[in-house]
């Protein structure tokens, strides 16, 4: 009985014996694993360096480029086919001649036509539709000269005479010229005389066959003389 309890005895100290030293190494693992230090690496240093201006070459010119102009072929520019007339139902080849006949010269119309029996009928001339008038005096020409218009040297040396004029009248009726067609064999009564009519004579002016107003043309005399005291 106690050999075997002897024999228990030491198995159960060996037990204790091997936990202890199980926990004993756990807790030296737990203690050495809190204790372990971590060393981190050291940064890479900074290189630092100096900026250098670089000269680049400048860029070369750029290529000019010569367009060369296609070459027209056969291929591109069909040949030119000239158009063809559609069939025609005459028959050009053949000489269609036409007779003319002779045709009478025609004469002028002499204002004769031809009656129904052969003979001819004159026809009466066509009037104007307005009668051309020449210019009318339209204050004279009794009053366009006077005594009081005698030039004094004239009438001092007794020069009298008489005088054909003619007066270029415009549309409104004016005088625009007068010209000596007879003298007096004095110029001093000639133009005396012209002055004073191309100032005073007035006219209604000439018309025309439509009845408009035209120019014309006057023919008058003049008689010079030393009134009587």
Request: charged letters at 20%; one cysteine or more.
């Amino acid at each position: 009985m106690a050999y075997t309890d002897t024999r228990h005895t030491h198995k159960k100290l060996a037990g204790a014996t091997g936990v202890a030293l199980v926990h004993i190494a756990l807790a030296f693992g737990l203690a050495a694993g809190l204790t372990i230090k971590y060393t981190a690496p050291e940064p890479p240093k900074r290189i630092q360096g100096t900026n250098v201006e670089i000269e680049l070459p400048p860029p070369p010119p750029p290529e000019e480029r010569t367009v060369e102009p296609a070459e027209t072929t056969s291929a591109t520019k069909p040949d030119y086919v000239p158009p063809v007339a559609p069939p025609s139902d005459f028959d050009l080849t053949r000489s269609n001649r036409v007779a003319i006949a002779d045709i009478p010269p025609i004469r002028p119309f002499d204002g004769l036509i031809p009656d129904s029996i052969g003979g001819a009928v004159a026809l009466p001339p066509v009037p104007p539709a307005y009668t051309p008038k020449a210019g009318v005096p339209a204050n004279g020409p009794v009053g366009w000269l006077t005594t009081n218009d005698y030039p004094t040297r004239a009438l001092m040396r007794g020069w009298e005479g008489d005088m054909s004029y003619a007066l270029d009248i415009d549309a409104s009726g004016r005088v625009t010229e007068c010209r000596v067609l007879a003298s007096t064999g004095h110029s001093i009564l000639d133009r005396e005389a012209c002055k004073v009519i191309e100032r005073r004579a007035r006219f209604e002016p000439a018309t025309d066959a439509t009845g408009s107003a035209v120019a014309g043309r006057y023919t008058g005399r003049v008689t010079w003389m030393i009134p009587e005291d």
